[in-house]
């Protein structure tokens, strides 16, 4: 299979929309490892802090969605920024490599989406039953 100007030029596209999109997925994580450290004052200075929730948990969890959120946007980074090099440099090793990650990023993404959907269903019959008993 060989591709035609047009399609090297949508891939190119793509790959600048991926990597452009991945800058602002790396800038967000980092925001939300700077706010998992400053949780602790923010809520410290909150007027009235009886959530029942310790800052600790609320850090660590900012700190889990950040790793979390890490691994699509990086392979999203590799497939954005490996696919231009490739269709400058016409090659097809580099492209592929670059598929590769955007399906491992789509594959990631999916995975994750099948786990939220079924914690969903999960607690929503937990609190069906729960609503049951009371």
Do not use: C, R
């Amino acid at each position: 299979m060989e591709l035609n100007q047009q399609s090297k030029e949508f891939l190119n596209e793509a790959a600048k929309w991926a990597t452009i999109l991945s800058i602002i997925g790396f800038i967000t994580i980092g925001l939300l490892v700077i706010m998992s450290f400053s949780i602790g004052s923010i809520m410290a200075s909150l007027p009235n802090n009886n959530l029942g929730v310790s800052a600790q948990l609320i850090s660590m969890v900012y700190l889990i969605i950040a790793g979390v959120y890490f691994i699509p946007v990086y392979f999203l980074f590799q497939f954005g920024v490996k696919t231009k090099k490739a269709i400058a440099d016409n090659n097809t090793d580099l492209l592929t490599f670059g598929l590769k990650k955007l399906k491992s990023h789509y594959k990631f993404i999916g995975i994750v989406m099948i786990i939220a959907f079924s914690m969903n269903i999960v607690v929503l019959l937990i609190g069906s039953v729960a609503s049951l008993f009371v």
